[in-house]
Nanobody
Framework: VQLQAFGGGLVQAGGFLRLSCAAS????????MNWYRQAPGKQRELVAL???????NYVDSVKGRFTISRDNAKNTLYLQMNSLKPEDTAVYYC?????????WGQGTQVTVSS
């Protein structure tokens, strides 16, 4: 199983970024896929999830600003991040639990300047 996340970068507050996560080695369409983030000195937190059926859930701090989506034909997970704030600065990881094992992407840095 491989997860490759990319799309991070440096952006000003109020800006936007789109993260992508390409998955291989799993039956992509049936799994819950997740985006986590970890800021310096803080615990990793779940930002958003999407089920195989397309239901979504978000941490309160990003509701209305972030959108998680998936393209099952491309085995790719996305996170559209709008109205970014400095407190969104973190390393973002895609995650899937497959056959009782947790798999993580390598992380992509998002830095939001004020």
């Amino acid at each position: 199983v491989q997860l490759q996340a990319f799309g991070g970068g440096l952006v000003q507050a109020g800006g936007f970024l789109r993260l992508s996560c390409a998955a291989s080695g799993i039956i992509f369409g049936i799994n819950v896929m997740n985006w986590y983030r970890q800021a310096p000195g803080k615990q990793r937190e779940l930002v958003a999830l999407i089920t195989g059926g397309g239901s979504t859930n978000y941490v309160d701090s990003v509701k209305g600003r972030f959108t998680i989506s998936r393209d099952n034909a491309k085995n790719t997970l996305y996170l559209q991040m709008n109205s970014l704030k400095p407190e969104d600065t973190a390393v973002y990881y895609c995650h899937v639990r497959w056959q009782l094992v947790n798999y993580w992407g390598q992380g992509t840095q998002v830095t939001v300047s004020s």
